[in-house]
């Protein structure tokens, strides 16, 4: 579960015992404070002055941001429990970046109300499918800073997805933008065998899971 440092939790979590951490750690993963590097290729390497995030497909206009534009957007810093489908959980990861509800402000959603499914697209070709829903509501976001400090190129930076309530294979890294279609379509992993929807609560680790 995301939330923003704002909400009532905070002083709470501070405060919690191992029990409470145990039930944040979903079916068959295990707990861990490392921050392992889970990447299917070579890490990309791009300039920021080339660096831009788009947002097209089957919608009537598109969207461009540089570098430079990204940066003046509203930001939020979100904590979030976030779970690989090697089966680990790492809990209470701190993330700086702009709410995808804040970029789909420029889509008139309400009369493509069609478009249901968006394709994440990275520097280094890879990909992941998802629901528009699923990255709507303050469930997801665009990071460039992990802990504090920009994000790590191994980790994803300049920017990645975070999407915390799904497994971690769709938080892509290096992301460049979303491809939004009527037609859901698979990714890269979901290609490859694993589960389109990847609730880590479901343990949707593989197709047919
Ligand atoms: N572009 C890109 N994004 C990616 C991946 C990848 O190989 N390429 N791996 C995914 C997988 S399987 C996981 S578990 C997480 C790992 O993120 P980390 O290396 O920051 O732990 O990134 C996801 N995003
Ligand atoms: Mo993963």
Redesign the pocket.
Known sequence: MAEKFISRGFVGRAREVASDRKDRVPPGQYETTE???????PTPNVSLERWDFSIYGEIAEDLKWTWSDFQKLPSETVRADIH???KWSKLDTVWTGVSIDTLLQGVDLDSQSDVSYLVAF?D?G?TTNMPLVDVRGGKAWIVYEYDGRPLAP???GPVRLLVPHLY??K????VRGFKLVKDDRAGF?ETAGYHNYGDPWKEQRYAGD
């Open positions: 921050f392992p590097v889970l990447s299917a290729g690989c489908v090697t990275c280094g890879y191994e980790h994803g971690f294979w938080s892509a890294k290096w992993w």
